[in-house]
């Protein structure tokens, strides 16, 4: 295998730069146009997250209070920690504000940033492994650029990856000089990831402590490099304080929604880990995969399962993870004697059959268990961390077929650079994005309205005709009118909420809106109604409140009973639950009935 030992000449940063400008231009630009006339995701997650990134701006500019009361779904407290927060890499999108683009070009050109920057630290990662640039590039590309990513746009919490990398090459250092300052930066990229992308960072977590472990353990007990001295072991005490100290200042908030890990919720999000299917099925709309387009399409949630990375770099992912298995048959399975690059293959490995489910049945019941991922309900997005994986084999695989004649080097690198391009193109028009325009022109009607009320008015935004599949877009409509106006709205929309703005977020409507305010009051005077640019009902709350008393503890708890007996399938479920503890069904609907309204009401358990 050739390493080049002038793997960062001149040449090799230009060569790097150009597959960056490739890759954009191909891939990033044709999602939302060189006019920058789309942004990436639909009307609902894709603005979502839009709201996220301007609420942390608003936030730095003083534009609002508080930074965990995000001011929708009104009075909720503590709505932030519904749904990831960006803030990790909200600095981009905060740069491009402050240079006076509006929030949508701005978020547009934080997704082209953070793409970049995903490809960059991929490259320098595997450059750093590889000590060939070539090699670099190709894997860089597979990262940042691959076709399985055309099924995360929805999800653009999941674009700041750029921590992947940096991670393992933190811990790659770690491994070669056993300095406890690289264990503290791998730790600390984790961290960071959690702070961009909660999900992201526990997931990054599984294969990086796996890594780290085989890393300690080789050195403490095999190698003996370690000495197991007060010294050492304090100086990896106050590594693992400062990164635990890091962790509860963002995750305390989250905790206070934290869920206890049952078999029976488990069971609710089984259905969202990869099957082997996942990995062979494309989104429609690729230039070679269509035929690929309908073989999961009876998976739940299939759009979510569409993890193909094309030809090139599954068949560079099945050999290249043969090779670890021929590997450790020749070593006796003794892990420790693979070198650097096949111990992280077979991390790669692993991580790929945690995440990889047959039915119901997965090994990843064992990490559900663990804190913080019984709170998490789309395992799709595993692809994210494996692709760092894939790229590995990528350029591992590239470099077997490397030679000492250049010529020879650089026409491989160029076709099979060539072949990845045509092996992940999309056409843009099938791909999760949404008009600019369009999100701007539905906000018109809103902003006419909104700009004559008070600051920290009240808002709840119920048009006279709702399609109940435009029900979600439509709270971003109110969300985004309200924080440009500096407004509260009972209006919301998070993977999450609670029970009682269900019907609300869904349909929202009078008899859904009295339902969500059954059990809340609004300290204000006034609720505006909006019902059209011309028609704005106004509420007198304390007059509404005298005849619409908030219900009691035991009612919302009777309310809760009813609505679990109600539930087939939960009934199911819970009944599993009371044989198991061996006690009565009623009693078991009464302690799922309290424990829903302490998961509700934020008290502890």
Known sequence: MLKSSSYQTPANRLLMLVGLMVGLCLVTFQIIGTNLGYFPGDLVDGRLNLYFLEHVYSYICGNVSSFWDVPFMYPEKNVLAYSDNLIGSSPVYILFRLLQFNSHHSYQLWYVSVTSINYLCAYYFLNYLFKNSQAAILGAFVFAFSLALQSQLTHSQTFPRYAIPMAF??????????????????????????????????MLAIPLGIYLALILFNAIFIEKKIQLNLRWLLKLSGTGLFILSLLILLMFNYLKRRNHAEYAHYLSVVDSVPTLTSYFYSQFGSLLWNSLSRIGETTKAWWDHQLFSGLITTVSYLIGFALVAWQLIKNKFNIFKLDHTFQLMFVGLILFFIYLRVQHHSPYIAVYYLPGFSAMRSMTRIINIELLFFSICVAFIYLRFNSSNVLKNNILFYSIFTLLIIDNYFKPEYAHRSEVT????????????????????????????????????????????????????????????????????????????????????????????????????????????????????????????????????????????????????????????????????????
């Open 438 to 605: 369009s999100s701007l022109n539905r906000l018109k009607a809103l902003d006419k309205v909104c700009e004559k009320l008070p600051p920290n008015s009240i808002i709840s935004y119920e048009p006279q005709f709702i399609d109940i599949k435009e029900a979600k877009a439509l709270h971003l409509d109110a969300m985004l009118a309200a924080q440009k106006f500096k407004l509260h709205c009972l209006n919301g929309y998070t993977g999450n909420c609670l029970s009682a703005f269900k019907n609300f977020m869904n349909y929202p409507s009078t008899e859904n809106r009295k339902t969500w305010l059954k059990e809340n009051v609004l300290n204000a005077d006034t609720l505006y109604v909006i019902r059209t640019s011309d028609l704005v009902e106004k509420i007198d709350l304390a007059n509404y409140y005298q005849h619409n008393p908030v219900i009691t503890k035991s009612e919302k708890i009777r309310k809760l009973i009813k609505d679990i007996e109600a539930n087939e399938d939960l009934m199911k479920q819970i009944d599993v639950k009371a044989k198991k503890k061996n006690i009565p069904l009623k009693t078991m609907v009464i302690m799922d009935a309290l424990w829903m309204y302490k998961q509700e009401t934020h008290t502890p358990f």
């Open 169 to 202: 090459l933190a811990a790659l250092k770690f491994q070669e000089n056993l300095k406890l300052k690289y264990l503290l930066y791998a730790l600390l990229w984790v961290v960071y990831e959690i702070y961009c992308v909660v999900y992201l960072g526990l």
